[in-house]
């Protein structure tokens, strides 16, 4: 299972790139504004996060450049009618952010406004994904909320570090505020900063 490629950039279209790692092409498909970032990107090398799709007659890879849009990609094609394709034009229709807190706040609506995406599916999307999505500038107490596994990972390290839970998760809020396409790396090492500031 695929689960990272880091390589040079081959070719970008505007729905796929070819990386290549250890002298292999690999093609992934990515977002619109994914693609648009790696082709202004002054480096030919890149990172991406796979999600690495099998079926019984095909094998697809889809690339994040951060673990949280991967985490919400991964999230989404988990309601019915949404497949990987599906969650890829989502993504491309709205950022991470945006669109998490859409789903969070039941904007079946603004959903639908995405192309590829009617009322029903956008409708299904809040029905099983509410409950599921980490809105920005809210804690999860109280909730049922899953957070993506980027900040769950940061704070899971911060508690290691000897944080108190509520401290961690307080400052892991605060830095995906700031900046949602944070990795877990970036997550920990500003939210470190945060609760070291006086």
């Not at 904007?107 to 029903?120: E, F, N, V, W, Y």
């Not at 980490?134 to 899971?156: C, D, L, W, Y």
């Not at 998760?169 to 997550?187: H, K, M």
């Amino acid at each position: 299972m695929i689960a990272l490629l880091q390589g040079e950039l081959h070719t970008i279209g505007k729905e796929s790139v070819i990386l290549l790692t250890g002298g292999v092409g690999y093609r992934v498909e990515v977002t619109a504004p994914t693609a648009q970032t790696l082709s202004t990107t002054p480096s030919d090398k890149a990172t991406l996060y796979i999600y690495h799709h099998i079926t019984e007659g095909d094998q697809r890879l889809f690339g994040f450049l951060s673990t949280e849009e991967k985490s919400l990609f991964e999230l989404l094609i988990t309601v019915k009618g949404v497949g990987p394709r599906l969650g890829l034009t989502i993504l491309s229709g709205m950022n991470a952010a945006s669109l998490m807190e859409a789903i969070h706040s039941g904007q079946s609506k603004t959903l639908s406004s995405i192309p590829g995406i009617g009322i029903k599916t956008a409708e299904r999307m809040v029905l099983e994904l509410k409950d599921k999505i980490f809105r920005p500038g809210e804690t999860s107490k109280g909730t049922n909320a899953v957070v993506p596994m980027a900040h769950q990972e940061a704070i899971a390290a911060l508690e290691a570090l000897g944080f108190k839970k509520k401290e961690a998760e307080t400052a892991v809020l605060f830095v995906i505020n700031e900046d949602p396409t944070l990795d877990t790396g970036g997550i920990i090492r500003k939210a470190l900063s945060a609760l070291k500031s006086p």
